[in-house]
């Protein structure tokens, strides 16, 4: 299994940049897909970006053209810069390996300020 901590997040106001991290333990980071991931209050968990291992990224409509999806292997850290922030990108934000069941990290708060 993998454990994943996510760091980052905060209270920005809309219009807004922030930057999450996730690092992965394990030596096989480079070799997985990884996803980040958002639940929002009384909603299920949805994803938001996903990068492959050959860093081909994609994204969900709702976040397309302001967030971006990185990965540095070299770290075993993958990265979402999100820009342009509105108060519906309010979640607690996740990382994880596409289609494994490893534990969800603890995740990281992204509140909106409207």
């Known amino acids: 299994q993998v454990q994943f901590v996510e760091s980052g997040g905060g209270l920005v106001q809309a219009g807004g940049s922030l930057r999450l991290s996730c690092a992965a333990s394990g030596r096989t980071f480079s070799l997985h897909h990884m996803g980040w991931y958002r639940q929002a209050p009384g909603k299920q968990r949805e994803i938001v970006a996903v990068i492959n291992t050959d860093g081909i990224t994609n994204y969900a409509d709702s976040v397309k053209g302001r967030f971006t999806i990185a990965r540095d292997n070299a770290k075993n850290t993958v990265y979402l810069q999100m820009n342009s922030l509105k108060p519906e990108d309010t979640a607690v934000y996740y990382c994880?390996?596409?289609?494994?069941?490893?534990?969800w990290g603890q995740g990281t708060q992204v509140t909106v300020s409207s």
């Open positions: 994880h390996r596409l289609g494994f069941a490893d534990p």
